[in-house]
């Protein structure tokens, strides 16, 4: 008997037999042959969705390459530009520290301001395949040092910004308005010889000598401290100011405001007299600073356009 394999069709009627004979070895051949080409068409298959994925991801990531070449490009002529204006504001912020009296930022401050850590990487800085040679690295560390600099130039500026408003509410209580508008500085402060007591004696503010009656108005904001009759001063206001200042107004012919009260620079708190220890109609104005008296015309505006113009406002 030969070795060979038989394979037998039948139709579904079974009229029908069909049967074909093929021997052993030619049925491994057609079998093998079967395999191997089906593994090769399998293989070449994959292969060809191999190289066609990695054709569209390259040219994905191609394009992607010149986008973020383009980028960085770009972010590299926007630090420049950030930094020249960082420059300015640096500039514009020694200048405001100057007006407002506060000390510069040196140099040193502001390096420790944008120093910090350097960017490493286990990867080559410069990005392969672009055309211009950018070094990520570098960028990222020039980025950090400006995010640091804007930090410490925002950080410079609400100090100055809280300085502003210290140094413009300190104005509204600095004892700058002259309280008599139009009168006369007939004794001024420091040693003199006392009208009355007709001895050598510090004088401790300014005498304005004006009409009786002359209204007499507050020369910053304040709250009244005292009013009313003080031996030798007459009657008599006292205001204090925040910061530290007080002033004094005495010999008065009337008193128009009561402790306790709030007053504006400008308001009226009473009128030129001849109270107290007095040899004519004036007014006794003293500055205090935390108690110690200072001349008051170093605080006076200069301007008398500019004193009529407070009073005017302040009624």
Not at 63 to 69: D, F, G, P
Not at 153 to 158: A, I, K, L, T
Not at 279 to 303: I, R, S, W
Request: proline letters at 3%; glycine letters at 8%.
């Amino acid at each position: 008997m030969k070795d060979e394999s038989r394979i037998i069709f039948i139709s579904r009627d079974q009229r029908k037999i069909k049967e074909i004979k093929i021997s052993r070895w030619k049925l491994i051949t057609f079998i093998s042959v079967f395999l191997i080409s089906f593994l090769i068409i399998g293989k070449i298959g994959l292969d060809f969705l191999v190289d066609f994925s990695l054709n569209s991801e390259m040219k994905r990531l191609s394009r992607t390459n010149l986008v973020l070449q383009d980028r960085l490009v770009e972010m590299s002529q926007k630090y420049k530009q950030l930094t020249e204006q960082i420059k300015k504001i640096a500039e514009t912020d020694d200048q405001l520290r100057m007006v407002l009296g506060l000390p510069k930022l040196n140099e040193d401050v502001r390096k420790v301001g944008i120093g910090g850590s350097d960017y490493n990487y286990e990867l080559l800085d410069q990005v392969s395949g672009f055309e211009a040679r950018i070094d990520l690295a570098s960028t990222l560390k020039k980025i950090n040092e400006l995010e640091r600099e804007v930090k410490l130039e925002m950080e410079s500026y609400q100090s100055l910004l809280s300085t502003f408003h210290k140094k413009q509410d300190s104005v509204r209580y600095l004892p700058a308005l002259r309280p008599v508008i139009h009168g006369v500085i007939s004794s001024g402060f420091g040693r003199r010889y006392h009208p009355v007591f007709k001895v050598i004696r510090f004088h401790e503010g300014v005498d304005i000598s004006a009409p009786t009656h002359t209204p007499v108005f507050a020369s910053a904001d304040g709250v009244v401290k005292f009013s009313g009759y003080n031996g030798g001063y007459g009657k008599m206001v006292v205001l204090d100011h925040k910061y530290g200042f007080q002033t004094r107004y005495a010999h008065l012919s009337k008193i128009l405001v009561r402790r306790g009260q709030r007053v504006k620079r400008g308001e009226k708190i009473g009128e030129v007299g001849n109270t107290g220890i007095s040899t004519a109609p004036h007014l006794h104005y003293e500055v205090l600073l935390h108690g110690k008296n200072l001349n008051p015309e170093h605080f006076f505006f200069d301007d008398p356009g500019l004193n009529q113009t407070i009073v005017a406002n302040a009624q």
